[in-house]
């Protein structure tokens, strides 16, 4: 587990590679739209790379070989850098916890059916708040809105750039 000061760290850093950037998608890492070698497959979650996504699936072993690399969720499970935050803060959630994480892990588990680089990285206490990182934005954003539907309270999204860093806030307070 990191501490608090390393994991701003880490966000400072994507945030630092958005200013940076200038058009040069290939040159980060986490972008689901690069293209691999097909078929890909990476040696950490065997996802496989082919017709253009990451998906669930076998690939038969041939002469031919078969490239290997690391999926855009694992680059971010190994380098820690997320691609949603969600924080969930408020007196509401004291008492409801497990509740509101329950509702955190049925979205994780139904977007993962249909899209694999869709993981959460970690589920971390924050002082009151609860902080959760996404691999991606998108992810981040469906927590947000199925907490907003079954507790109310007020959501906010800043929404990441192509695949950088997209923030999620809910709160609630009574
Ligand atoms: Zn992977």
Redesign the pocket.
């Known amino acids: 587990m990191l501490g608090e000061t390393s994991v701003s760290g880490v966000i400072g850093m994507v945030e630092g590679e958005k200013r940076g950037r200038l058009g040069g998608r290939s040159l980060n890492p986490y972008y689901e739209g690069r293209k691999y070698p097909e078929p890909t497959v ?1 040696p ?2 065997d ?1 496989v790379y082919r017709n253009g996504r990451w998906q669930v699936g076998e690939v038969q072993e041939s002469g031919r070989g078969v490239n290997r690399s ?2 855009p ?2 680059r971010r499970e190994i380098d820690r850098i997320p691609g949603g935050i969600v924080l969930l803060s408020g007196s509401y959630i004291s008492d409801r916890r497990e509740e509101i994480l329950n509702i955190v892990r049925n979205q994780a588990a139904a977007a993962a059916a249909n899209r694999p680089l869709q993981r959460i990285m970690w589920i971390e206490d924050k002082g009151d708040a609860i902080e959760i990182a996404t691999t991606d934005g998108h992810l981040a954003t469906r927590i947000g809105k199925a907490i907003e539907a079954a507790c109310k309270g007020t959501l906010s999204i800043k929404r990441g750039h192509e695949d950088q860093l997209t923030r999620v806030y809910w709160e609630r307070k009574d």
Do not use: G, P, V, Y
């Open positions: 990476c950490r979650c996802l690391h999926c969720a694992c």
